[in-house]
C-alpha cells in the first residue's frame, strides 16, 4: 500500500529543507526524507559548525596583540568544551529546522530512499512506498578521498568536527575552502599545521593578489605550506601517521586530513531506474529550472555541481518550489555570486578577478594594501587589500576582491551595488565612512594600473 503525495524531497540539507517548506507553503502536501540529520552539510557538518570553530581559533590573534592594547591574557584553550558547545548549537538548529518543516505540515521521515520509478519511491529502513507527482533531489555530496594506500588513515572535515582531541601535528591534503580554512583552525587552536598542494597557490579559482595575500598570511601564522607535492601513501607508526610525498620525502604527522574536494551523492538512489542522467563530472543534470532528464524529477543543490554554496542551494529550491508548485517558472541566475573563504587573513570575492577581466576590454585596477589599524598598536605586519576591478574610465564595476578582516562582510554588501551594474562612479558618489576599511572602495582616486588591449600599462 503506497501512500500519495504532491512532493517528496530526498534530502533534508538547505536546498531541499527550502523547497519542503516553500512547496508547502503552496498549499503542497510535502514528505521529505533524510538518513543522517536535518540540516545537512551545512549545519551539521559544514559552514556553521566551521565558522564557530574560526571563531575559536581567532581567540589566539586577539590574545596575541591584546598586550599591545594593556591588557595582560593568562589564556588556555580546552578542545572538549568547544565541541560539546558546537555540538550542542547543532542540535538546537536541527530541531530548529524539524519544527519549522513540521509547523508546515512537511512530514519527515527518517530513512532512506530509493526511486523506484519517476514517481515513486522506497524507504530502505521501513520498507514504506511514496508517491508523488513530483520528486526532488537534494542529496548533497561527500568529501572525495585520492584512492592511495594508508587512506583509510586519514580524515575528511566530516571527522575534523568530532576529534576526541587535537593532534600535536596534522598535514592537509588540498588547496581549496577546505584546506585553507581548517588549516587556520587547526593553527589558531596550537596544532603545528602543514598544507601540501598539487598546485603553486591555494585557492586556485580566486583573484592571484588574493591568493598570494592569503598563501603569505597563512605563512605568518606559522603554517607550512608545500606546493606542487602529492600525498602518495600513508603508514602508521606509534601514535603517528608517516606520509610518503611525491617527492620522496616522508614525515610523521599527529593527523592527515584530506581536504580534496567533494563527490555528488548519487550512488545508489535508483537514479538509473528513473532515467535520471549524470553530467560527464558525475552529477545530476540539470535545465534552467533545476529539471532532471526525467520531467517529474528535479534536482538542487551541490549533487547538480552548479556551485557548491549554501545560499546557491537554498536560491535554487525556493526556484524550484516556484516553478513546481506556483506556476511561476523561476530560473536562478549564477552569474554573480559572491564568496568567502573563513581563513586568517579572511578572503572575499565577488565579479572577475583581473585576469578574467583582462578579456572583457579596457579594465582599470584600484588596488589598496595596508596594515588593518587594529594591528597598528602592535607588531603585527599583516596587511589587508582591497581591489576594485572596473571598466576603463569609471565604468562598470566587474570585480571586488578584498583579504582580510571582515572581508565576507564587506563583499555580501558591495554583492548589492555590483548586482545592479554600478560604475566606479556609483562607487565615488558614496560618502565614506570613517575610520573604516571599506571607505578605501569609495575613496579610490586614479587606477593603480591599467589594461589596454589586454596590455598591463
Ligand atoms: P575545493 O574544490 O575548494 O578544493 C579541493 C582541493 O583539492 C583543490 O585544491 C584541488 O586541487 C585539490 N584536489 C582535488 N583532487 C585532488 C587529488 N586527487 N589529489 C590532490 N589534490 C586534489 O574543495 P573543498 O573540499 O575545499 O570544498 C568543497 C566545496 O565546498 C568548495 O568548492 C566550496 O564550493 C564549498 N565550501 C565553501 C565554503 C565557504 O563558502 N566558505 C567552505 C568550505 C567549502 P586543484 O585546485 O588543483 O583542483
Redesign the pocket.
Known amino acids: 500500500m503506497s501512500e500519495a503525495f504532491d512532493l517528496i524531497v530526498i534530502g533534508a540539507g538547505s536546498g531541499g529543507v527550502r523547497a519542503a517548506r516553500v512547496a508547502a507553503t503552496y498549499g503542497a502536501r510535502v514528505a521529505i526524507i533524510e538518513e543522517y540529520r536535518v540540516g545537512g552539510t551545512c549545519v551539521i557538518r559544514?559552514?556553521v559548525p566551521?565558522k564557530l570553530f574560526v571563531y575559536a581559533s581567532r581567540f589566539s590573534d586577539m590574545f596575541e596583540i591584546a598586550g599591545s592594547f594593556g591588557w595582560t591574557v593568562d589564556a588556555r584553550f580546552d578542545w572538549p568544551t568547544l565541541v560539546a558547545n558546537k555540538d550542542k548549537e547543532i542540535a538546537r538548529l536541527e530541531a530548529a529546522y524539524v519544527a519549522a518543516l513540521e509547523k508546515r505540515g512537511v512530514g519527515v521521515i527518517r530513512d532512506r530512499a530509493i526511486l523506484t520509478g519517476s514517481n515513486s519511491v522506497e524507504l530502505v529502513k521501513s520498507g514504506r512506498v511514496l508517491e508523488a507527482k513530483t520528486i526532488l533531489l537534494a542529496t548533497g555530496?561527500h568529501?572525495?578521498i585520492?584512492d592511495i594506500p594508508g587512506k583509510e588513515l586519514g580524515i575528511t572535515?566530516n571527522e575534523a568536527f568530532h576529534l576526541e582531541k587535537l593532534p600535536h601535528s596534522i598535514l592537509i591534503?588540498?588547496?581549496?575552502?577546505?584546506?585553507?580554512?581548517f588549516a587556520t583552525v587547526f593553527a589558531g587552536l596550537g596544532v603545528d599545521t602543514t598544507i601540501v598542494?598539487?598546485?603553486d597557490c591555494?585557492?586556485?579559482?580566486f583573484d592571484a593578489d588574493l591568493r598570494q595575500g592569503v598563501s603569505v598570511g597563512l605563512q605568518e601564522r606559522g603554517i607550512r605550506l608545500i606546493y606542487e607535492t602529492?600525498?602518495r601513501r600513508l603508514r602508521k607508526s606509534g601514535d603517528d601517521i608517516v606520509v610518503s610525498f611525491s617527492d620522496e620525502v616522508d614525515a610523521p604527522f599527529g593527523a592527515v586530513m584530506f581536504?580534496?574536494?567533494?563527490n555528488a551523492n548519487v550512488s545508489g538512489y535508483g537514479l538509473d531506474v528513473a532515467g535520471v542522467a549524470l553530467t560527464p563530472g558525475g552529477h545530476i543534470a540539470v535545465d534552467e529550472y533545476s529539471r532532471t532528464s526525467n520531467p517529474a524529477i528535479y534536482a538542487v543543490g551541490?549533487v547538480t555541481g552548479r556551485?557548491?554554496?549554501?545560499p546557491v542551494a537554498i536560491r535554487e529550491g525556493a526556484a524550484f518550489a516556484e516553478t513546481a508548485f506556483n506556476n511561476n517558472p523561476v530560473a536562478v541566475d549564477h552569474s554573480m555570486i559572491g564568496?568567502?573563504?573563513?581563513s586568517e587573513p579572511e578572503v572575499a570575492s565577488i565579479g572577475l578577478t583581473e585576469a578574467e577581466a583582462t578579456t572583457h576590454g579596457d579594465i582599470d585596477v584600484y588596488l589598496t594594501r595596508f596594515r588593518p589599524m587594529i594591528n597598528t598598536l602592535s607588531t603585527k605586519s599583516e596587511r589587508m587589500m582591497l581591489k576594485l576591478v572596473t571598466l576603463a574610465n569609471g565604468g562598470m564595476v566587474l570585480g571586488c576582491h578584498i583579504l582580510g578582516p571582515s572581508a565576507a562582510e564587506m563583499i555580501q554588501l558591495v554583492a548589492i551595488p555590483i548586482g545592479m551594474g554600478a560604475t566606479k562612479a556609483d562607487f565615488d558618489r558614496a560618502m565614506a565612512m570613517h575610520p573604516t576599511a571599506g571607505e578605501e572602495l569609495v575613496t579610490f582616486k586614479t587606477p593603480t594600473y591599467r589594461y589596454r588591449g589586454g596590455v598591463k600599462v
Open positions: 559544514g559552514c566551521k555530496g568529501p572525495y585520492p572535515s591534503e588540498g588547496g581549496g575552502y577546505v584546506a585553507v580554512e598542494y598539487r598546485g591555494v585557492l586556485r579559482g602529492n600525498v581536504a580534496t574536494g567533494r551541490d556551485s557548491q554554496l549554501t564568496t568567502a573563504v573563513f
